[in-house]
T-cell receptor, first 114, second 110 residues
């Protein structure tokens, strides 16, 4: 079974530039999560989708971050414009049915903003 | 919304035991436990869904006290491979989102 795929693995950009991350969840998984993990900290939930609807985006900085899930499958997370404090690993995860089910994580995208 | 874990870090010798705690200020529906090694994605260990439920595999087990909104992860006879950062994830009653704790860094030395 293929796992959660993310790209790119690494990205270096200058502040005020824009960047996009892509995630392909495990086939058939209805729930998709985007987390931000700053070095030494736990994953912080940015946005959670159930199929193509948003379940929770309470911690998403909506002035600069946006996310969409096309047709309830792939998802893209965008940052525009980036700030130095956005440097982190962005993890995508998916689960079969959301609540009460195991979440599988992708390898993440390491973003460095200089 | 983020659960609190303790301790923040622990160092063990091979064969020793450890307990990692996770607590929430909100009523919980479930508790997830994950282990993350440096530079890798978090890997699922187990999920507890019912109050008082206990689960385990190999020498790693966990309990969930629904009334106290707490969970504990037990690692017995630790092995070098147990080293990593352990995170609990919680889903609150009446909510449908998964929040992770601050993490506990476990180091097992020979």
């Amino acid at each position: 079974e293929a796992g959660v795929a993310q790209s790119p693995r690494y990205k270096i950009i200058e502040k005020r530039q824009s960047v996009a991350f892509w995630c392909n969840p495990i086939s058939g998984h209805a729930t998709l999560y985007w987390y931000q993990q700053i070095l030494g900290q736990g994953p912080k939930l940015l946005i959670q989708f159930q199929n193509n609807g948003v379940v929770d985006d309470s911690q998403l900085p909506k002035d600069r971050f946006s996310a969409e899930r096309l047709k309830g499958v792939d998802s893209t997370l965008k940052i525009q414009p980036a700030k130095l404090e956005d440097s982190a690993v962005y993890l995508c995860a998916s689960s079969l049915a959301g609540r009460g089910t195991e979440a599988f994580f992708g390898q993440g995208t390491r973003l460095t903003v200089v | 919304q983020q659960p609190v874990q303790s301790p923040q870090a622990v160092i063990l010798r091979e064969g020793e035991d450890a307990v990692i705690n996770c607590s929430s200020s909100k009523a919980l529906y479930s508790v997830h436990w994950y282990r993350q090694k440096h530079g890798e994605a978090p890997v699922f260990l187990m999920i507890l869904l019912k109050g008082g439920e206990q689960k385990g595999h190999d020498k790693i087990s966990a309990s969930f006290n629904e009334k106290k909104q707490q969970s504990s992860l037990y690692l017995t006879a630790s092995q070098l491979s147990y080293s990593g950062t352990y995170f609990c994830g919680t889903e609150r009653t009446g909510a449908n989102n998964l929040f992770f704790g601050t993490g506990t860094r476990l180091t097992v030395i020979p």
